[in-house]
Each structure stands twice: as structure tokens, then as C-alpha cells.
């Protein structure tokens, strides 16, 4: 079926394209971008006053299939990412059993394109079962359709080994995504490390828990001349060390999360677990950092960590419930506060939430171009909603924004010129 998108306000940043104008969309691709397009055969969709983005890139999900098909599938995460206007999401590796061969990479790529949703890529992890002894087989991983490598959740505490991780990664055009942790400070916290985790008597995890690995895997990537991805920053600590690396013009990128700039460790004073997330929530001068690095360009995209858990799971004592919140769904929404308060321009938040992406990690996606494929979001910025707990797409709910009120939100999305979702529901 042709499609024609109507009078919207294409955003294309890497496209200089930022006007009023239509789409026609034809055999899933951009056949025309213009005034006045006239297509009676065409299904229309009226999108004056709102903006069509490039279809949202989330390269840092957690789907649990395999594993914890309880928790999340790879079905009900392409549904809850579309809620979210994400036409392309990556999921890691550290599944159950791990995502660590070239089949994991298939079974990924096979479900996805089963499911016929959105697009799905496969991390895949830097070693075998995640057990840090032996590196996975990188060139096989990377042939069978693994886009980036990481140990999410862990960090590769022997340097020696992880700069060869960099070097072999780097030998296939793999970026590796760094989870920043140093396990023996963070041992056993719960929260910040500060006035909070004193108030709550929980233990404390420092600034320095991820200041002092991202400073460490810098200096690797250096010297091994390697790109890597700073996942989830959180510091500002963090944030002065990736802000001189690319001083340097190190190969260094680095994203946050919605989290990180909308909340504080204020939110935790009623012990709610699903404010319970690794990093944790930081202070509030650690949340004007990460803004103010979002707006400078230090840290380059914005993605959700989604991390879902059942409500068995969260509601539990602080300290045995597990680390993590769900956030495709809100990514967007909770991002757009950025447009709000004029930390970033709209043609920026679309940058952090998509161009970039597929600039960092090799995606043919991100932008509106005429013979592009139709990946496109349709934002409507004027349409006040509340987060709901039963309204949420994916088999979790371990949302902190349940309850709040967000302006922005993702009216339409279209996946390689299907329309996946219309009118805030998902065909």
C-alpha cells in the first residue's frame, strides 16, 4: 500500500531538512518529498502541526528472550519500542544463556523478521557465557549480524584482556559498549553514595564506582586505538573524563538516559523500588551535568536501558530487588522535557534520538531522504498524557514515570513504509 504523510514538519537533521512538507511513501521506501503531493490512491495520514522525525533508535535495550520470556519477548519488546516510536532497537547480550554466537545472532535477526514489527539487532557478548576467561569469535559474531559487542550489567576488571577485546573488536569494525562499574567499590550498594543513602540506611554507591572505570577504559581505548561506547553516564565525574577524551579526539562516544536527567535520589525517600536502577539516580548537581553534557555534545545520544522485572521481583525489600526500569515506552516523552526547558532544540533531541545512533553504530536509518527506507515517527508535541501501569505494552511495568505527566508523545510510526502504529495504538 502507498502511503502519504501529509503538511508534518520533516525534521532531518543529517539532511539539513526542517520544513513543512509531504511524504510519499511507495514500495516501503521515500519516493517523494514535496509540497502539495497529490495521491488519491494513497492511504493519507494528517500530520499538520506535528513532526515527522526519522523513525527513533534505541541501541540499549534488555528483551530477556532467552531466558526470562517471563519478564520481556522479543514480540512484546517490538511492541513496547513502537509505543515509544522506535523503528530500530538493539538488545543485549546478557540473556540467559548469554547472546554469545553466531546462532544467538540468527535467532535474534530470524525473530525479528518474523515478527515483522520494527528492526531488531543483536549485541553480542565481548566472551563466552560472559564468564571474562575467553573472548567470544568476534569475526563470526560480526558476520551473523552483531552491530556492537558489550558485557552489559558487568565490567571486564582485567585491563590486559579488555584492551585485547578493543583490538580484536576494533579489527572487525565493532564498537564495544562499556558498562562502567567498578564491582569492589560498588559491592552491596543499593543508592547513591551521599545524604540519601545515609537518610534510607542503604549502602552507598560512589560517583567513583564509574568515574574511575570509564577513566581506565579511556585510557585502553587509547592505546589500543580502539572505538568504544560509554553506556548510561551518569557522573559528573564521568562526564569531565569523556568531555577531555574527545578533546583529545579520541574515539570515545557516550550516551545517558531519561532517568539520569529527570530524576535525583530525592525520588527513593519512600523506598520505591522501581527507582532502583544500575548506575543509580545521582544527585541533583550530577543531573545538571548530564543535561549540560547532552547540550555541549559530550554525551551523544540518549537511549532507555529498558530493563524489565515482574512486580514479584520489585516488590520486595529494597535491598533484594533487582537493579532496573523499563522505558521504551516513556523514552521519548520523558526526553522531549530536554525541548521543554530549552536544554536541547527539537532538531537536536532527534540527533540524540536517532541520527547519531545510526552514525556511532553503522545503521543505514536515521534520516528522511528521498530512496531512503520509510522509517519515520510522527511526534505529536501537544498531546498531555499520564503514564498508566496498565496501559504499558511490555510484560513489565517496573516504570519510575508511572503517574507522571508528560506533553510529548509518539502519535504514528511507520516500519519500512508499514504503518506499525496510528493514532497511539499498534495495528
Known amino acids: 500500500m502507498n502511503l502519504l504523510i501529509k503538511g508534518g514538519r520533516l525534521i532531518s537533521p543529517v539532511d539539513n531538512l526542517d520544513k513543512e512538507q509531504d511524504i510519499l511513501i511507495e514500495k516501503g521506501l521515500v519516493k517523494r518529498i514535496a509540497k502539495g503531493i497529490k495521491g488519491s490512491k494513497a492511504k493519507t495520514i494528517e500530520a499538520k502541526g506535528k513532526i515527522v522525525s526519522p523513525g527513533l533508535i534505541d541501541m540499549h535495550t534488555h528483551l530477556r528472550e532467552p531466558g526470562r520470556e517471563d519478564k520481556e519477548t522479543i514480540f512484546t519488546g517490538a511492541r513496547a519500542a513502537i509505543r515509544g516510536g522506535f523503528t530500530t532497537i538493539a538488545c543485549m547480550a546478557n540473556t540467559n544463556p548469554p547472546l554469545d554466537s553466531e546462532q544467538d545472532m540468527e535467532f535474534i535477526l530470524s525473530e525479528a523478521k518474523n515478527i515483522g514489527l520494527i528492526d531488531i539487532l543483536p549485541i553480542g557478548a565481548v566472551t563466552v557465557e560472559m564468564k571474562q576467561k575467553q573472548l567470544t569469535e568476534i569475526a563470526k559474531l560480526k558476520k551473523a549480524g552483531a552491530v556492537a559487542l558489550s558485557e552489559d550489567g558487568y565490567t571486564i576488571l582485567d585491563s590486559n584482556f ?55 577504559d579511556i585510557n585502553l581505548a587509547r592505546i589500543a586505538n580502539a572505538r568504544i561506547h560509554i553506556a548510561h553516564v551518569s557522573t559528573k565525574e564521568s562526564i569531565d573524563l569523556i568531555r ?15 532517568h539520569y536527567f529527570l530524576l535525583s535520589d530525592d525520588y527513593l525517600r519512600n523506598y520505591n523500588t522501581n527507582f532502583k536502577v544500575n548506575p543509580p539516580l545521582r544527585t541533583k548537581s550530577d543531573v545538571e551535568a548530564v543535561k549540560e553534557a547532552l547540550a555541549d555534545g559530550t554525551i551523544d545520544i540518549i537511549s532507555s536501558d529498558h530493563a524489565p522485572h515482574l512486580e514479584s521481583e520489585k516488590d520486595l525489600e529494597f535491598n533484594k530487588a533487582p537493579f532496573g526500569m523499563i522505558g521504551l515506552e516513556t523514552s521519548l516523552a520523558a526526553s522531549f522535557k530536554l525541548v521543554e526547558d530549552k536544554t536541547l532544540k527539537i532538531e537536536e533531541l532527534i540527533v540524540k534520538m536517532s541520527t547519531k545512533a545510526a552514525e556511532i553504530f553503522n545503521l543505514n536509518a536515521g534520516r528522511i531522504k528521498e530512496g531512503a527506507s520509510a522509517n519515520l515517527s510522527i511526534i505529536n508535541s501537544m498531546s498531555p498524557w499520564q503514564v498508566k501501569k496498565d496501559e504499558f505494552e511490555s510484560k513489565s511495568s517496573n516504570s519510575p514515570f508511572i503517574g507522571h505527566e508528560f506533553n510529548a508523545r509518539v502519535e504514528a510510526v511507520i516500519s519500512k513504509g508499514r504503518v506499525v502504529m496510528e493514532n497511539y495504538k499498534i495495528i
Open 162 to 216: 579488555f584492551r585485547r577485546a578493543m583490538e580484536y573488536a576494533n579489527m572487525y569494525g565493532l564498537i564495544i559498549i562499556c558498562h562502567c562499574e567498578d564491582e569492589y567499590l560498588a559491592k552491596d550498594g543499593q543508592v547513591n553514595e551521599g545524604y540519601m543513602s545515609t537518610l534510607l540506611g542503604l549502602k552507598g554507591i560512589p560517583n567513583e564506582a564509574e568515574s574511575i572505570i570509564v577513566a581506565r
Open 244 to 258: 577531555q577524551a574527545k578533546k583529545e579526539k579520541l574515539k570515545i562516544t557516550a550516551e545517558t538516559c531519561p
